[in-house]
T-cell receptor, first 114, second 116 residues
Framework: RKEVEQDPGPFNVPEGATVAFNCTYS??????FFWYRQDCRKEPKLLMS???SGNEDGRFTAQLNRASQYISLLIRDSKLSDSATYLC???????????????FGSGTRLSIRP | NAGVTQTPKFRVLKTGQSMTLLCAQD?????MYWYRQDPGMGLRLIHY???????AKGEVPDGYNVSRLKKQNFLLGLESAAPSQTSVYFC???????????????FGPGTRLTVT
């Protein structure tokens, strides 16, 4: 089983729709969580960090459920410019003296159509 | 503040040739990483470093070597390139010890390498 799993998609939705992605992680030592966005042939860029209380940034809302070990990303009123691959990222720190390990999911492709 | 930069941006090698990719960051980050990304696939960690003078193997280290002689630079070497190493290589850095932070990674623009 992969440490971080995402639905690869593609998700193809009309402009203005609401779309949600989920990501599950298997290591309970996971401490920090992020969503990244990657455009075609470009580098991944941080979209938002994910906090236990949930956090919102404009049209984007991220949630963390530690009990069920998943994080989610909700995009409201989707725009054409939201078309990209969304990467779920988990930072694992096995122990206090251990270096943290960052695991990337394989990404979910989103395509917004006019 | 340039963030993370990578050189070169593109390179074509013949099988058996060697080359070094350079990554530089100006954010005073402790951690640096080299990833490769193949078409339609996720990022795979090649090597990483948790501080100046230290390196460690990632998920796919074979055929690559790295060095971190200066905190701001992380070099990735291919001693004898093979067609299987055709890929896009991304460098990333994270964590400023002084300001703390959440270990989010910042990426360079990538190097597109083709081995014929």
């Amino acid at each position: 089983r992969k440490e971080v799993e995402q639905d690869p998609g593609p998700f193809n939705v009309p402009e203005g729709a609401t779309v949600a992605f989920n990501c599950t992680y298997s290591n309970s030592a996971s401490q920090s969580f992020f969503w990244y966005r990657q455009d075609c042939r470009k580098e991944p860029k941080l979209l938002m960090s994910v906090y236990s209380s949930g956090n919102e940034d404009g049209r984007f809302t991220a949630q963390l459920n530690r009990a069920s070990q998943y994080i989610s990303l909700l995009i409201r009123d989707s725009k054409l410019s939201d078309s990209a691959t969304y990467l779920c990222v988990v930072n694992i720190r096995p122990g206090y003296s251990s270096a943290s390990k960052i695991i990337f999911g394989s990404g979910t492709r989103l395509s917004i159509r006019p | 503040n340039a963030g993370v930069t990578q050189t070169p941006k593109f390179r074509v090698l013949k099988t058996g040739q060697s080359m070094t990719l350079l990554c530089a960051q100006d954010m005073n980050h402790e951690y640096m990483y080299w990833y490769r990304q193949d078409p339609g696939m996720g990022l795979r960690l090649i090597h990483y470093s948790v501080g100046e003078g230290t390196t460690a193997k990632g998920e796919v280290p074979d055929g690559y070597n790295v060095s971190r002689l200066k905190k701001q630079n992380f070099l990735l070497g291919l001693e004898s390139a093979a067609p299987s190493q055709t890929s896009v290589y991304f460098c990333a850095s994270s964590w400023d010890r002084a300001s703390g932070g959440n270990y989010e990674q910042y990426f360079g623009p990538g190097t597109r390498l083709t081995v014929t």
